[in-house]
């Protein structure tokens, strides 16, 4: 199975950039992973918030294969302990999903039609994260999913 992160933002994480290069290297260890940005659109100042979102969507969905099984990461999607997420993962490749794409959006979030694509909606936290924050949190729990799978010792739960 294949994970891919696909958000809006930049690539050059600032001062996250070396636990996320980390946990990126770290991944490729254990699964198929792909991390792709969708730069913020420029001169978007005179846009409604729809009018921004709709833009991103058509770039999101660009990335998105149609059999792919996608995750909004999305603060009204369902939380999970790191456990059960490594339980979501596992199922997903049990059942025979081949790519399965997590999303996280621009800052005021995601268009209706994505909502209307995706399979699941999965919240980081009920709190509002920053964008290359809430990419680092989905990092170290990917890795903490594939190594509770693995049984390794990373996970002391």
Not at 17 to 30: G, R
Not at 86 to 97: C, D, P, Y
């Amino acid at each position: 199975m294949k994970i891919k992160l696909l958000f809006i933002g930049k690539e050059n994480a600032g001062y996250f950039h070396d636990a996320i290069t980390d946990y990126t290297q770290k991944l490729k260890y254990y699964i198929s992973f792909e991390s792709i940005a969708i730069p913020y659109l420029k001169s978007t100042k005179s846009w409604s918030p729809e009018e921004l979102k709709s833009k991103e969507k058509e770039l999101l969905l660009k990335k998105i294969d149609p059999t792919d099984y996608v995750v909004l990461l999305d603060e009204t999607g369902i939380e999970m302990t790191s456990v059960r997420f490594s339980e979501f993962l596992a199922r997903q490749q049990n059942v025979g999903t081949k790519n399965v794409t997590f999303v996280i959006g621009g800052i005021y979030g995601f268009a209706p039609e994505m909502y209307q694509r995706a399979n699941f909606k999965l919240s980081l936290s009920q709190m509002t994260l920053p964008h290359i924050l809430a990419r680092l949190l989905f990092l170290e729990q990917l890795y903490r999913a594939c190594t509770i799978l693995k049984g390794e010792p990373y996970h002391h739960a």
